[in-house]
């Protein structure tokens, strides 16, 4: 049984991280293990830390508009250093017309004001790869 | 009557009929069903409460309350180039708003050009791109300072920004003795909720202090600090923890320009504070009407200050963004009222209120424009501006101002304990008391115990698409050109001997204001006068506690 790994990380320059520890604070009581950046991490730290701790999750949390700089470069990254198998949610503000662009990046998790903590944590368990043996 | 669908993961299943047994405010304060002349006996009104303009001001500030002046309306606006903020200020203008609010891009608040690296993706997104005095001049042209007083959020580079403006109003012959404005200029609510910091705690006093001390010599009529109790609230904290930290930051300042040499009543006549207005009416309300007595008590009695400038609490109020939903965005209008309507009767001298679309981006001009008719309706059609403190008296009221300023002293103590309001941030206490209240409030909204219309309950489907403003890269590379211009254009040698000059001046213990002043003269850019500094000071680096 394998406990699922989660980069919790604030990229750009924002510091409003109430919504970013709010839900590292409930992955952890969902069970997952959860490892917080703090502020204003570049996407190359946040792809070394997602490497070094063999991260399963990197969630964003974003609020200030930077999500179209930040996001596809993150996923290059993660491209660049062959990882496949990283699952990259985001959370904040982002505007309805930019969803497409982040689906098409392939990320799919994409949570506005609003989102329940729970729907965040469902969605991780479904879409996590590979999927973990027994979690709970 | 149905029951509206609830959101789909809420654990617990309450219907609209099932009440509970009991109330509590938000701060955890439990309620009584009913309020009687015994929940007052031990209130004196002298002492406690007092005329309206009398100590210790838990009634307000002037006798006469709005009907002699009513609150500046003053809607806080900035996004993309100087040149559209610039539009923007002057259709609020025109709309009949009294007054100006800057919010500066990211970039400019963390004290970055907007060509350096970590200002990719940033710039003019979350409020105005200010690089250079250049922008500054753009941002007010045609806006006479002689006349408008503006406020500017803005805190680490704080006295770079006030330099800026008082250079724009020299330019347009403006006396800085004349001019009058706010520089929000609170560090410590940065390191607490905020978190937009540059340098460590010491030197970010002392950026402080100096603005104190140069604005009670030249600017007098300037408001150099707004100490922010709005930031923390929405980091999570409750009522009784805004107010208590609030008040305690502003001792915290006090305290520091006394132990820099300044007279208490040269300076503190001129700090203001900037509050939250949330949800919970009643329990907003008493937070104003404490928050003034506890500052009026403890400027007379601890600090000694003798002029009742000094002693009379100041305040603007914003109402709670966090409040705002992004689904049901029409709602918000009716929230955003009702906040508005308890800073009011709570005696707030300015106000803030936030648009409907405020959850989805930076607001339309349509939507702001109807935040800034929410508060001509409160002023000139409820008819609640025409007699002052009209809830003073109630029972409920003053049971709850009580019982917030008793729940502040004993925050005071605690922080007073580890040492004081910067050994208390140091340790991470007052960024884990937010955090904790923040994941309880997400929690009571999820098992249904705190009902938010819209999203947990009288949940519909679709969403009505209201229009949003978006900011495209265009900004940026508009910004960043015409910085490369400006670097190519400016007197290099006066360039460089004024931000020596600056780098030495952190060294020292002069006041770094007219250092700042001459840099800003030179068209020194923001990036390079933060970097003077962070050469000389270091920068800050927290240690996260979730």
Redesign the interface.
Known sequence: MRTIRVIIAKP???????GA??I???L?DAGME?I?T???Q?PEQIVDAAVQEDADVIGLSIL???????CPRIVELLKARKVDDVLVVVGG?I???DVPKLRALGITGVF???T????IV?FIRDHVRPAPSGTA | MTAGKRGTSATAEPTRDDRPDRFCTTSGLTVDPVYTPAHVAALDYERDLNDPGEFPFTRGIHRDGYAGKLWTMRQFAGFGTPEETNQRYRHLLEAGGTGLSVAFDLPTLMGRDPDHPLSLGEVGKCGVSIASLADMERLFAEIPLSTITTSMTINSPAAILLAMYLVVAEQQGAAWRDISGTIQNDILKEYIAQKEYIYPPAPSMRLVTDVFGFCAARVPRWNTISVSGYHIREAGATALQELAFTLRDGIEYVQYGVDAGLDVDAFVPRMSFFFNAHNDFFEEIAKYRAARKLWSQILREQFGARDERAWKLRFHTQTAGVSLTAQQPYNNVVRTALQALAAVLGGTNSLHTNSLDEALSLPTVEAATLALRTQQIIAHESGVTDVTDPLGGSYYLETLTSSLESGAREYFRRIDDLGGMVAAIERGYPQREISDSAYAAQRAVECGEQVIVGVNDYVEGETPDVPTLYIDESVAEQQVERLHRLRRTRDADRLSRSVDALRAAARSRDNLMPPLLEAVRAYATLGEMCDALRDVWGEYEETPAI
């Open positions: 750009g320059l924002d510091g409003h991280d109430r520890k709010v590292a604070r409930a952890r959860v917080y703090g502020l204003r570049t200030s508009g930077a999500h179209n700089h930040v503000i505007p309805d017309v506005p004001p609003g329940f903590m729970q729907q469902d």
